[in-house]
């Protein structure tokens, strides 16, 4: 009895060492994360940073700022069919650069780039988040950005704009029968986000990007699902970003709104969170009326209540799933609430990014809206 | 009472450790060997899948270009025509280090595109940092065990030669071995593509592309886009099918190494059989003694198996740790041969195989309780008695062991031939081969009688009465010693058998290399394996070569892999002059009749394991794509060839230029001329040679003895095991005969008591087991050659379809005779020395 009492805890003993070492092991994956991206060390010599406020210079500033470590094009919209079928999109490719300016080389595959895109459908009719991840390097002409008239891609998926004039840009995505293939006609000026288009993340000096949005962009176009071919007609929202540093240490992660709201009002803003959850002074935002009048957000200017959490079951990250938003200075008192929570990106970064409906009031008048989410730094 | 029996027979054992040693010892080599040659198996395939997963990932497929080549525009068509499916770029080549005199492949990936291509498609940064490895030129990474073997360091710099092109290579991260987490195997150095590119200065394209065919392409769909859009300037090749092809190659080769290690268990059994029959004849007695008591047959029978079990569960475990031990040391030379012969990979450690070593351990026990079983039945029709039976050996009933021994050597050798007629198998010549052996392991007692008669007939003078004495003896305990010279026959027989195959397989090769290598030396571009490319040689070249007044006239080859219905294989295009004819030895086929159609009409010659694989015979049609299009060729000869377990096909060059478009070459003969020494020739061929390029000058008597190492380096291990079976199946002789001898001491002192002298006694003794062993010998000759027959004209036939011709080397038996022998009378010399020194009433009051 004895000697079975001993080998069962042999046996115990055993099994935990095992289970802890797989734990250990599974624990060494690493992945990528754009937080880590950006504050990563120090970034190698040689790179640009954000500091002093720019003028910007269109349409050649909508291709690409190879002196800076990353860039990113960033559409996302809301969308409705003629059938009844309501869809929110996102095509953003993403520039990462290993070291300002590529060693001359006679190899055709000698880059200092690499890109990342990013492709989501979120079908509200039948409740599936289509997301797809992609990387290029851009060599051989399968990934990159051309100035004139400026164009990312990476191989088929691509962003142009096609009419500087008229402000019309060409997205196009597809993969496993999922596409995107839409023209983005801008209904609002480019408009420049944070002092001038410095967009501080942190008060150190270089912690900032050059930022600037056309905040909305009628689409029209087409969507392609497993439930078929869709005729789509609605709003989308245009961010161009590039820094070498942006997050400082001990910056979590950050929540950023774009809200098009029914009245004509285009809001963005975001906050940055620091490691205790609290959020930084240098978040910001701007409220851009119809009539093109900007006005800068400041953290004190608004109030930002989350009124429910949804865990995900893939990454069990909790995100906050429900905002309640209070601009007083502009009599502004909405709710946010996602179109649907499964909007979580877990490829190379884990993150979530969705689609939101608004809802509330302005003054005493009802308004309402759709918009864009991103809940970066909660795993 | 159970305990009673089995106090009974521990006390018994614990009394006699020789013999419990000795069927411990059976048992042990017999798993060992299973478990060493298993293991070494198991951990060879296992580092071939680790090497394939660290160089691969998880790609499904390849393509690969029909001159090993990718080009970049080719790459850049192929992702635009599928931008999902996940791809990679592949640069591999082998490198040569100048400051440590070795080889190293560099493998040149793109980590971005290769994300998709690792678990969870994941980026693999657990080790290293992909961005620096692609933004830093020059940047490399190594395994640990590499870097150890070469002296380096994380920041430590690497010269690499490509031919003429040197470069320095940065190491910037050190990988752990395969087996953790983002390991990566020896001898492997890893560049971003572009350094790849940079490393060979080959900037225009890549060796191959890796691709994951995911569920929305299939890989039919896209071999039909392929083909249409690109023709056969690529090829997809299904991974999975050629790892399990490369795998299926190493078949044969096991099924040898598997065969020994049956023999090796077979001589276990007989150790064993031994060991039980002589323990359950010392312990008459004591079982009459318990049946008396009221044990019943069955309980005695249960505690003997029980017995034997302990031994076999004792013994396989002894086996397995043994048989670790000895695939530990093993792993290295069937690490070299299958890098000879198969595929290219570094064994950087033995795997242990949980499930090998249950099953080994099984196939340990199993075998000793049906060893044991004989035995145990006889055991139990002993009477109940509590008499001393002083005289428990009974002679032999020798008509009974006749008709048995006769009835088994019939019936085993009859089944034998007919499952060697009629199954196809390459395990049935295994089945045929033990049926045989088993049967003449059953005439071994009958002989035993038999040439003790015999001997006792020709000694029949009063002067050989010792001798008389002792063949007398050994004849009427042939029911001990039978066994004992059964086993020693069979491992000797093993042993003449494999040898006579090696033998002859070796003098096949070696007189096929004398005639096939006709000319004085061969030009061509390093090989370094199957896959990789050689450097192809110019029109230019060969017309400088030929103008060159050493050389009277040359032949070339060029190599191709093309598309056969059953598959792909290697096309050889060969512009033969009248000496070169000479080189192929046909098996079918009419020579004359070969070379008239040979240049004009669409015929092809193919070796004889093509013919085998493919089950074709001349006058056969051989369907094969060219650039016009299928095409039908007329197979009209097969010839022998040793070069290539698969086998491959020529044509003449004059009838490959009629169907596709090539003007280069793989390799040229050349035929020196007659006043000329051949050192001299290659060095003015050599000075023919851009200093810059990878081209090798090799002499016909170099290329043989490379040839022949190789196979030598093929056989080395089966040479090995063979000897560890002879050398353990010596020892377990010695032992049995050892033990029975000492058994004898009571007889010896009623020798001595009769009068017999100390050289007497010896000579007794020494006849007893000369017997033994030459019986055994003189049985294993036949059996020997019998077993060499059958792997030479069964076996190997159907394992690889070589034919060879059979040697009877003279040596080997004589050898193998005088092992035998010897082992015997070995054997005889410790009893002899003990009987010497024996006190007479101690011996008679012995028992």
């Known amino acids: 009895m004895n000697n079975l009492n001993a080998l069962g805890t042999l046996l115990i003993t055993f099994l935990s060492i095992v289970a802890i070492a797989v734990k250990l092991l599974s624990a060494a994956d690493n992945s990528w994360s754009v937080a880590g991206f950006l504050s990563e060390g120090a970034p190698p010599l040689g790179f640009e940073y954000a500091i002093e406020p720019r003028p910007f210079e269109f349409p050649k500033d909508h291709s690409s700022h190879p002196k800076f470590r990353s860039e990113w094009w960033y559409f996302t919209g809301n969308v409705n069919s003629e059938t009844g079928s309501s869809f929110g999109f996102q095509l953003t490719l993403f520039r990462f650069a290993f070291r300002p300016q590529a060693t001359k080389s006679n190899s055709p595959w000698r880059r200092s780039n690499v890109y990342l895109g990013h492709f989501a459908i979120s079908d509200f009719t039948s409740g599936v988040f289509h997301n797809f991840e992609r990387q290029g390097r851009p060599a051989l002409g399968l990934a990159g950005v051309r100035d004139k008239p400026p164009r990312i891609w990476i191989r088929d998926w691509s962003i142009e704009l096609i009419e500087a004039e008229m402000g019309i840009w060409q997205l196009k995505a597809q993969e496993a029968g999922v596409v995107l293939d839409v023209k983005a006609n801008s209904r609002r000026p480019i408009t420049v986000q944070g002092d001038q288009g410095l967009s501080k993340k942190s008060e150190a000096p270089g912690n900032a990007s050059f930022y600037y949005s056309i905040p909305r962009l009628a689409i029209a176009g087409s969507i392609t699902t497993p439930t078929g071919n869709h005729q789509v007609y609605g709003n989308a929202w245009f961010d161009h970003e590039w820094s070498t540093s942006a997050l400082a240490d001990g910056q979590l992660g950050w929540d950023w709104f774009s809200l098009q709201l029914s009245d004509g009002r285009d809001i963005m803003f975001y906050q940055i969170r620091d490691r205790a959850g609290r959020t930084e002074a240098v978040s910001h935002g701007m409220l851009l009326t119809k009539q093109g009048v900007q006005t800068a957000l400041r953290p004190e200017h608004v109030q930002i209540t989350v009124t429910q959490y949804w865990q995900s079951p893939t990454s069990n990250a909790r995100y906050p799933a429900a905002w309640q938003i209070r601009i007083p200075t502009h009599g502004i008192s909405i709710r946010v609430l996602p179109r649907m929570s499964e909007q979580e990106w877990n490829q190379s970064f884990v993150y979530w990014e969705g689609a939101v409906v608004v809802t509330g009031e302005s003054a005493t008048e009802p308004i309402s809206g759709t918009g864009y989410v991103e809940l970066v730094g909660y795993n | ?678 050192a001299d020739a290659a060095s003015s061929v050599t000075a023919v040679i851009n200093a810059n390029s990878t081209i090798v000058v090799n002499s016909a008597a170099e290329l043989k003895q490379t040839s022949l190492e190789v196979f030598d380096r093929t056989f080395l291990i089966t040479e090995l095991l063979r000897a560890i079976a002879v050398i353990v199946s010596v020892i377990g002789i010695l032992g049995a005969l050892l033990a029975q001898q000492l058994e004898r001491t009571r007889e010896y002192g009623v020798l001595r008591a009769i009068g017999f002298t100390i050289p007497e006694m010896g000579r007794t003794i020494l006849t007893q087991t000369f017997l033994l062993g030459a019986t055994a010998a003189m049985i294993a000759i036949p059996v020997g050659i019998l077993i060499g027959v059958i792997l030479i004209e069964v076996v190997n036939p159907r394992s690889f379809g070589w034919t060879m011709i059979m040697q009877i080397p003279t040596a080997l038996m004589v050898k193998s005779f005088a092992i035998a022998v010897l082992a015997a009378l070995g054997a005889g010399l410790y009893p002899s020395y003990r009987a010497a020194r024996i006190e007479v009433t101690d011996a008679m009051r012995y028992e």
Not at chain 2, 320 to 337: E, K, M, P, R, Y
Not at chain 2, 500 to 519: C, E, G, H, Q, Y
Request: with cysteine; proline share 4%.
């Open chain 2, 1 to 678: 009472m159970s305990s009673l029996i089995y106090t009974a027979f521990s006390r018994h054992l614990i009394k006699h450790p020789w013999q419990l040693g000795l069927a411990l010892l059976g048992i042990a080599v017999g798993v060992a060997v299973i478990v060493s040659i298993r293991l070494t198996q198991h951990s060879a395939f296992e580092a071939f899948d680790i090497a394939t997963h660290t160089t691969m990932g998880q790609a499904s497929h390849r393509l690969v270009g029909p001159k090993g080549l990718v080009t970049n525009e080719q790459y850049q068509r192929m992702v635009l025509a599928f931008p999902a499916l996940p791809m990679t770029p592949v640069i591999n080549q082998r490198l040569t280090l100048p400051e440590h005199g070795r080889a190293i492949e560099l493998l040149g990936i793109d980590p971005i595109s290769r994300t998709k291509f690792n678990p969870g498609g994941k980026v693999d940064r657990l080790w290293f940092e992909p961005e620096k490895l692609i933004s830093e030129p020059r940047s490399a990474i190594i395994s640990r065990t590499t870097a150890a073997e070469l002296g380096l360091r994380t920041g430590s710099y690497l010269t690499v030669n490509y031919g003429p092109k040197t470069a320095r290579l940065k190491i910037i991260a050190l990988l752990p071995p395969p087996h953790s987490p983002g390991g990566l195997v020896k001898g492997l150095i890893i560049v971003d593509i572009a350094t790849a590119q940079e490393v060979l200065q080959l900037y225009h394209g890549i060796s191959h592309i890796n691709l994951l065919i995911n569920d929305n392409y299939t890989a039919t769909h896209l071999n039909k886009t392929i083909s249409a859009a690109y023709g056969d300037e690529l090829e997809l090749l299904d991974l999975a099918a050629e790892s399990r092809r490369i795998k299926r190659m190493t078949a044969a080769f096991y099924s040898n190494l598997n065969a020994l290690s049956l023999m090796a268990l077979l001589v276990g059994m007989f150790l064993i059989y031994n060991t039980e029959t002589f323990i359950i004849l010392q312990r008459r007695k004591i079982l009459g003694c318990l049946r008396a008591l009221g044990v019943s047959r069955r309980q005695v029978l249960q505690s003997i198996l029980i017995e034997a079990s302990c031994i076999g569960v004792i013994g396989s475990l002894g086996g397995i740790i043994l048989g670790v031990f000895l695939a530990d040391s093993l792993l290295g030379i069937v690490s070299t041969t299958i890098n000879d012969l198969y595929f290219k990979t570094s064994i950087d450690r033995l795997s242990v195989a949980s499930t090998t070593l249950f099953g080994s351990f099984s196939v340990g026990v199993a075998s000793t309780l049906l060893a044991a079983l004989i035995p145990a039945l006889q055991a139990t029709r002993i009477e109940p008695t509590l008499m001393t039976n002083r005289n428990s050996v009974q002679p032999p009933n020798i008509r009974q062991i006749c008709i048995i021994a006769g009835i088994i050597f019939f019936l085993c050798n009859l089944l034998s031939w007919f499952t060697l007629e009629y199954s196809q198998s390459p395990n049935a010549g295994f089945v045929g081969i033990s049926l045989v052996v088993f049967g003449f392991a059953a005439i071994c007692p009958l002989a035993i009688i038999a040439l003790s008669a015999g001997t006792r007939w020709l000694l029949s003078s009063q002067r050989f009465l010792p001798e008389r004495h002792g063949l007398r003896t050994v004849s009427t305990a042939v029911n001990r010693t039978g066994p004992a010279s059964a086993a020693l026959m069979i491992a000797t027989a093993a042993s003449i058998g494999i040898g006579i195959m090696i033998m002859s397989f070796r003098v096949s090769v070696s007189d096929w290399l004398d005639t096939a290598l006709r000319a004085d030396l061969y030009v061509s571009g390093e090989h370094f394996d199957n896959q990789s490319r050689g450097v192809k040689l110019s029109p230019a070249f060969v017309e400088k070569i030929e103008r060159l007044d050493e050389v009277t006239s040359t032949s070339t080859v060029l190599r191709q892999q093309i598309k056969t219905p059953s598959g792909n294989v290697q096309l050889s295009a060969y512009k033969l002059n009248a000496a070169a004819r000479q080189g192929f030895q046909f098996k079918v086929g009419d020579s004359e009749a070969i070379w008239v159609q040979w240049e004009d009409s669409d015929v092809v010659i193919i070796t004889e394991p093509y013919a085998h694989h493919n089950l074709l015979d001349i006058g056969d049609d051989l369907q094969i794509k060219t650039n016009t299009g299928e095409r039908r060729f007329q197979i009209v000869g097969i010839y022998a060839d040793y070069a290539s377990e698969r086998g491959n096909i020529s044509m003449s060059r004059n009838t490959y230029d009629r169907h596709w478009e090539r003007d280069d070459y793989d390799g040229i003969g050349i035929y020196v001329a007659p006043n000329v020494s051949i």
